[in-house]
């Protein structure tokens, strides 16, 4: 009879921003780590339009209209980003191994209520919706999740795996062959986010 234990332990990153998130799933030891797969999630519903945007709609709607569209909009946010989670890990868990946990880099960890400027208030606040959906569609799944801003990921990875933050970029770097092009900033976050978690 095979060993389970010789099934790889994956991690997945996430590099999040308003109404999408750029996902790798990386599996470990994380000393030799390998990318096995890249997706673009949605995570808004097209049908429920304000869900793209729920506080620039706020913003924008007559309060009446506010108080009802904002709270269906921030439901169906929730809604997506669980399923969106599920589809995924039902993609690549059961093939390929177990989920050690998720790592989610936001753009800012800026409080949005510290913001004056209600328009940079609402992009600051829709800035953190989507990663706070996913992680608390992670707890729902009973998997470990961590949020980190985009300006400490790489520090992050370096600190945690021994190496200089320069080396984990061309490390990332290198790691994207595996994929081919294009491979962006985005998923160069997520890819050192998923390394982050690998390493424990």
């Not at 590099?15 to 096995?36: D, E, F, H, Y």
């Not at 304000?50 to 108080?67: I, K, N, T, V």
């Not at 177990?98 to 800012?108: D, H, P, Q, R």
């Amino acid at each position: 009879m095979a060993s389970r234990e010789k099934s790889p332990q994956l991690a997945i990153g996430f590099r999040v921003k308003t109404g999408r998130a750029t996902a790798i799933v990386m599996a470990g030891p994380a000393s030799a780590p390998r990318l096995l797969s890249r997706k673009s999630l949605q995570l808004w519903d097209p049908a429920i339009s304000a869900s793209h945007q729920p506080w620039h709609a706020e913003l924008e709607l007559p309060p009446d209209e506010s108080a009802r569209v904002v709270p269906q909009a921030l439901k169906a946010v929730e809604r997506v980003a669980l399923s969106a989670l599920r589809e995924l890990i039902a993609e690549v868990q059961p093939a390929l191994g177990s989920i050690l946990g998720i790592a989610l880099v936001a753009g800012s960890a800026t409080d949005p209520e510290s913001i004056r400027n209600p328009h940079m208030r609402a992009h600051a606040r829709e800035g953190q919706l989507f990663p706070q959906a996913l992680a608390a569609a992670a707890r729902t799944m009973a998997i470990p999740a961590v949020t980190l801003a985009e300006s400490e990921v790489f520090a992050g990875a370096a600190a945690r795996l021994g190496k200089s933050p320069a080396a984990i970029k061309l490390a990332v770097t290198e790691l994207g062959r595996a994929v081919g092009k294009p491979w962006s900033a985005e998923e160069k976050a997520a890819t050192a986010a998923a390394w982050i978690t690998l390493a424990g």
